[in-house]
Each structure stands twice: as structure tokens, then as C-alpha cells.
């Protein structure tokens, strides 16, 4: 029975996006937060694009809809809002190969004020996502 769970344990959940959150934590008030939370939100709706969840065309375009209606109270520099939000809307439109284009652009376009380790899971959902195929 060592090194097993017992039959009514849950197992430990799997967080993913480590790395954003962590740096939105650790991130001084203003820009760099801000920046490192749209890069966390966008990458959780880029997420439902994948197994297990691939929400549904519905689901995934009002989870888009919550996004943007948050981006837009937070503090970020026009680059960064312009390429949070072709994100989230490319990402609402199913479409992965423009979902992860989008997404390489956000991570290029504020991937200055991310750590590599935040920049790299953005880089890592892009690939995880165009390597499910073109819809």
C-alpha cells in the first residue's frame, strides 16, 4: 500500500501555468502585473482549446467575452491589450493554427516583461495547440 493512493483519495491536481502565476505574484504593482495576468487569463481560455476540456464553441466564445470585459479594467500598454485581445479572439474562434499564431505574438510582444520561464509556457500552449491540427 505504499507509494498508493487508497481507492477514495483524490489525486494531487495538476496546476497548470505555474510559472505566469507565480510571476504575476512576484510582479511589482502596475505594468508588469498587470501584463503577467492577461498573459495568465488569455493562457487559461488558450487552454480550454485542449484535452481534456476542448469546451465548446459556446462555452469557449463566453468565456472569451468574461476575458475581454476583464482585460479591458486592467492597466496594459496598447501593445500588450491589442495582442491580449487578437488572442482571445482568435482563441474564440476554434481556429488553432490563428490561436497559436496570436499567441506567439502576445508572447512576443510582452515577452520583455515576463520571466523565460512565464514566456516559455506561452510558447509551449502555442505548439501544444497547433499540434492538434488546423480546426
Known amino acids: 500500500m505504499i507509494g498508493q493512493l ?7 491536481p495538476a496546476f497548470r501555468f ?18 503577467a495576468l492577461a498573459c495568465f487569463a488569455v493562457a487559461r481560455l488558450g487552454a480550454g482549446m485542449l484535452p481534456p476540456v ?5 462555452d469557449a466564445t463566453a468565456r472569451a467575452t468574461a476575458t475581454r470585459h476583464w482585460l479591458a479594467s486592467l492597466a ?8 491580449a485581445l487578437a488572442a482571445i ?6 481556429n488553432r493554427r490563428s490561436s497559436a ?13 515576463l520571466d ?17 491540427g488546423t480546426r
Not at 487508497?6 to 494531487?12: G, I, R
Not at 496594459?76 to 495582442?83: I, L, Y
Not at 479572439?89 to 476554434?94: D, T, Y
Not at 523565460?116 to 492538434?132: G, K, N, P, R, V
Open 76 to 83: 496594459v500598454p496598447a501593445a500588450g491589450r491589442t495582442a
Open 116 to 132: 523565460s520561464a512565464s514566456a516559455l509556457e506561452i510558447a509551449e500552449l502555442a505548439d501544444e495547440i497547433q499540434s492538434l
Open 18 to 35: 505555474r510559472a505566469l502565476a507565480s510571476h504575476a505574484g512576484r510582479a511589482s504593482l502596475g505594468g508588469d502585473r498587470e501584463i
Open 6 to 12: 487508497p481507492p477514495f483519495a483524490l489525486a494531487t
Open 54 to 58: 476542448m469546451l465548446a464553441p459556446g
Open 89 to 94: 479572439e482568435a482563441i474564440a474562434s476554434g
Open 101 to 113: 499564431d496570436a499567441l506567439r505574438v502576445l508572447r512576443a510582444t510582452v515577452g520583455s516583461q
